[in-house]
């Protein structure tokens, strides 16, 4: 059974950073991609970065390109989105996903986390 627990979420002033992570459990994940997405409520759930577990290639959302980083840690199963620069619009819940068609599509992943909430005050 595939586990993903977010954490890493809170309030923060614009202008300032974050990282989320999630730990990943219940298989191996080579061949996997683990996206993490956001949604606002009465919004449809948005992709905004991804990385292949094995390889390491990374994608962003052209909204995030340039302030978040999304990596992985082989070691202790974990992935993280380093966020900086913050903007209130980047308020949401973030949670993090595993998929092997490495896609943007939220249907096509196939576990996911409980999410985790990020605040970004002006």
């Known amino acids: 059974q595939v586990q993903l627990v977010e954490s890493g979420g809170g309030l923060v002033q614009a202008g300032g950073s974050l990282r989320l992570s999630c730990a990943a459990s219940?298989?191996?994940?080579?061949?996997?991609?683990m996206g993490w997405f956001r949604q606002v409520p009465g919004k449809e759930r948005e992709f905004v970065a991804g990385?292949?577990?094995?390889?390491?290639?990374?994608y962003y959302a052209n909204s995030v390109k340039g302030r978040f980083t999304i990596s992985r840690d082989n070691a202790d199963n974990t992935v993280y989105l380093q966020m900086h620069s913050l903007k209130p619009e980047d308020t949401a819940v973030y949670y993090c996903?595993?998929?092997?068609?490495?896609?943007?599509?939220?249907?096509?992943?196939?576990?996911w986390g409980q999410g985790t909430q990020v605040t970004v005050s002006s």
């Open positions: 990385i292949w577990w094995s390889a390491g290639v990374t």
């Open positions: 219940g298989r191996t994940f080579s061949g996997y991609f």
């Open positions: 996903a595993a998929g092997r068609s490495g896609t943007r599509v939220p249907n096509d992943y196939d576990s």
